[in-house]
């Protein structure tokens, strides 16, 4: 289900990369990494293809954003995602000094933002982007919901 708005080119792009990533027997997720409007890093889910818990779609574009740069801060940067992201990938986020996080849909099972620990609230989170949920919201639900639902 497509957005009734137009998306900003960076979600339609991580959009993109989800609809991949469902193609390849992954969960269908994606992300992209930008600083200055210009992709400096994108990401599929790879945990299946990579052998990798960690290869998630937030990660897959930090590592390429933080090669591309040469420097490990992203600081500046936004980063934009399907889906909410984990505990291990708002703890990346954070550490990379991402200026701005986007994000599709909530995960009431696995989110670490608006659920769960709620990392960026916590005293001991050293630096928080601002977040905006809900960008693509309804196409990124379809997509997820029927990738597990073929599975059941």
Partial sequence: MASPFPLPDPMRRALDLAYAAQQAGEVPIGAVVTLGGRIIGEGENRN?????????????????????IGDFRLTGCDLWVTLEPCPMCAGA?????????????????????????????????????????????????????GFFAARR
């Fill in 48 to 68: 299946r293809r990579d052998k990798d818990p960690t290869a998630h779609a937030e990660m897959v574009a930090i590592r390429e954003a933080s090669r591309r």
């Fill in 93 to 145: 986020i954070s550490h990379a000094r991402i200026a701005r996080l986007y994000y599709a849909v909530s995960d009431p099972k696995g989110g670490a933002l608006e659920q769960g620990p709620r990392l960026f609230a916590q005293p001991q989170c050293l630096h928080r982007p601002e977040v905006y949920g809900g960008l693509a919201e309804a196409e990124a639900s379809a997509l997820l919901r």
